[in-house]
C-alpha cells in the first residue's frame, strides 16, 4: 500500500520542520518555504509565497496531497501587534489561500491554531465556546478557525497551548532551545509569570496528529493542552529540576503582551491570564490520557536521550525574583 502524501505549507518553522521529521517514517511528506531553505532527509522541499495563489495552485497540481498542513504564521504576540496587516496576511489570507484550492484536490486541511482565540479569563475553555481574542494574534487565528468550519467541506483544527522543543532550522531558537542554553551556561534567563497555560512537547502533538490522521477524522476542532497549567517561571523551574541544573538563575519577570481587551475584572495594572481548555475530546478520540506538564518533559527527557547534570542538581535552588 502506497504512502499517502502530506504537504506542509511552513516547512522551515518549528512547528512544520518537527512534524515533517516525525511524520515522514508513515507518510510522503513535502514541505514549502518562503526565504528559509531548509533540508530534512527523506522529505522534498520546494520554495511556495503563500499569498501568490498561481503558486499555490502549482504545488497542489504537482503533488496532489491527500493531506495539507498550514504551518504558516506570524506567532509572537508582540510582532502581530506591531504589524498587523503581515499578521493577518499570513495567519488568516494565506490560509484562504490553500483552502479554496484544496477542495479540488479533497485535501485534508489541518489549521493549527491557538489558545489565544480565549481572552485568558480563569475558567475552563470548552471547543464549543465563542472566541473572543484580545490580541491581534488571537483575532487572526480565530479568523481562520471561523473560515474554515464555514467553508471548508474536510478540514480539522488543532487549538493549541504552547508546543515546546528544539527547531530542525539553525537559523531558528525556541523559547526551550533559549532555556536549555541559559541554564546550560548558567545565565539569568527571565521568564513570564503573568500567563498560566499548558505546555505540551511537539512530539507528542505530532503523535496524536498521526492518530487523528490514522482515524480518518475531518472536520472537527480539537483543543489540545497538556492536563495542567504553569507559568513560564513554573515551567522553567520544572526543566531544571529534570534536567539538572539549578535554578537560580530563572527570575520571575513580566513579557510585553499587548492586548487590546483585557478580561473582565481584571486591573490593566496586575494582568493574570489563564488558558485552561477542556481536553475531553482530543482523549476520547485517540483512547488515551494527555499528560500533565512534568510527565511531557519525562517524555522529552528520554527523547532527547538527556543526562541529569549533577553537578548543578545540587546546587542551591532559590529562585531570584524582580
Given at each position: 500500500?502506497?504512502?499517502?502524501?502530506?504537504?506542509?505549507?511552513?516547512?522551515?518553522?518549528?512547528?512544520?520542520?518537527?512534524?515533517?521529521?516525525?511524520?515522514?517514517?508513515?507518510?510522503?511528506?513535502?514541505?514549502?518555504?518562503?526565504?528559509?531553505?531548509?533540508?530534512?532527509?527523506?522529505?522534498?522541499?520546494?520554495?511556495?509565497?503563500?499569498?501568490?495563489?498561481?503558486?499555490?495552485?502549482?504545488?497542489?497540481?504537482?503533488?496532489?496531497?491527500?493531506?495539507?498542513?498550514?504551518?504558516?504564521?506570524?506567532?509572537?504576540?508582540?510582532?502581530?501587534?506591531?504589524?498587523?496587516?503581515?499578521?493577518?496576511?499570513?495567519?488568516?489570507?494565506?490560509?484562504?489561500?490553500?483552502?479554496?484550492?484544496?477542495?479540488?484536490?479533497?485535501?485534508?486541511?489541518?489549521?493549527?491554531?491557538?489558545?489565544?482565540?480565549?481572552?485568558?479569563?480563569?475558567?475552563?475553555?470548552?471547543?464549543?465556546?465563542?472566541?473572543?481574542?484580545?490580541?491581534?494574534?488571537?483575532?487572526?487565528?480565530?479568523?481562520?478557525?471561523?473560515?474554515?468550519?464555514?467553508?471548508?467541506?474536510?478540514?480539522?483544527?488543532?487549538?493549541?497551548?504552547?508546543?515546546?522543543?528544539?527547531?530542525?532550522?539553525?537559523?531558528?531558537?525556541?523559547?526551550?532551545?533559549?532555556?536549555?542554553?541559559?541554564?546550560?551556561?548558567?545565565?539569568?534567563?527571565?521568564?513570564?509569570?503573568?500567563?498560566?497555560?499548558?505546555?505540551?512537547?511537539?512530539?507528542?502533538?505530532?503523535?496524536?496528529?498521526?492518530?487523528?490522521?490514522?482515524?480518518?477524522?475531518?472536520?472537527?476542532?480539537?483543543?489540545?493542552?497538556?492536563?495542567?497549567?504553569?507559568?513560564?517561571?513554573?515551567?522553567?523551574?520544572?526543566?531544571?529540576?529534570?534536567?539538572?541544573?539549578?535554578?537560580?538563575?530563572?527570575?520571575?519577570?513580566?513579557?510585553?503582551?499587548?492586548?487590546?481587551?483585557?478580561?473582565?475584572?481584571?486591573?490593566?495594572?496586575d494582568v493574570k491570564l489563564n488558558y485552561n481548555m477542556d481536553i475531553v475530546n482530543i482523549e476520547s478520540t485517540v483512547g488515551m490520557k494527555i499528560p500533565t506538564?512534568?510527565?511531557?518533559?519525562?517524555?522529552?527527557?528520554?527523547?532527547?536521550?538527556?543526562q541529569v547534570n549533577r553537578k548543578v542538581a545540587n546546587q542551591g535552588s532559590g529562585i531570584s525574583f524582580i
Open positions: 500500500m502506497s504512502k499517502k502524501t502530506i504537504l506542509i505549507y511552513g516547512i522551515s518553522s518549528f512547528v512544520g520542520s518537527n512534524l515533517a521529521e516525525f511524520l515522514k517514517k508513515d507518510y510522503r511528506v513535502i514541505g514549502t518555504y518562503h526565504r528559509t531553505k531548509l533540508l530534512i532527509d527523506g522529505v522534498l522541499t520546494v520554495p511556495c509565497d503563500i499569498l501568490a495563489k498561481e503558486e499555490i495552485q502549482l504545488t497542489l497540481y504537482a503533488f496532489k496531497p491527500d493531506i495539507v498542513i498550514y504551518a504558516i504564521g506570524l506567532t509572537s504576540i508582540l510582532d502581530c501587534n506591531e504589524a498587523s496587516d503581515y499578521a493577518d496576511a499570513l495567519n488568516t489570507v494565506g490560509l484562504f489561500n490553500v483552502s479554496d484550492n484544496c477542495q479540488r484536490y479533497k485535501s485534508l486541511v489541518v489549521y493549527l491554531s491557538s489558545q489565544y482565540v480565549f481572552s485568558g479569563e480563569n475558567k475552563k475553555y470548552r471547543e464549543m465556546d465563542i472566541p473572543d481574542p484580545n490580541s491581534t494574534f488571537g483575532k487572526t487565528k480565530a479568523a481562520g478557525e471561523f473560515y474554515l468550519q464555514k467553508n471548508s467541506l474536510n478540514y480539522l483544527i488543532f487549538r493549541l497551548s504552547p508546543l515546546y522543543g528544539r527547531s530542525i532550522n539553525p537559523a531558528q531558537q525556541t523559547f526551550f532551545e533559549k532555556l536549555e542554553r541559559d541554564l546550560f551556561s548558567g545565565k539569568t534567563f527571565l521568564a513570564d509569570n503573568s500567563v498560566k497555560t499548558g505546555f505540551l512537547d511537539i512530539y507528542f502533538f505530532g503523535m496524536l496528529l498521526k492518530m487523528c490522521l490514522d482515524n480518518n477524522e475531518q472536520n472537527r476542532l480539537f483543543q489540545v493542552t497538556s492536563t495542567d497549567s504553569l507559568t513560564y517561571v513554573e515551567f522553567a523551574k520544572l526543566y531544571a529540576k529534570k534536567f539538572g541544573y539549578s535554578e537560580s538563575v530563572i527570575i520571575q519577570t513580566k513579557w510585553p503582551l499587548p492586548l487590546f481587551e483585557l478580561p473582565r475584572g481584571v486591573d490593566p495594572g506538564v512534568k510527565e511531557s518533559l519525562d517524555f522529552t527527557f528520554k527523547r532527547l536521550h538527556g
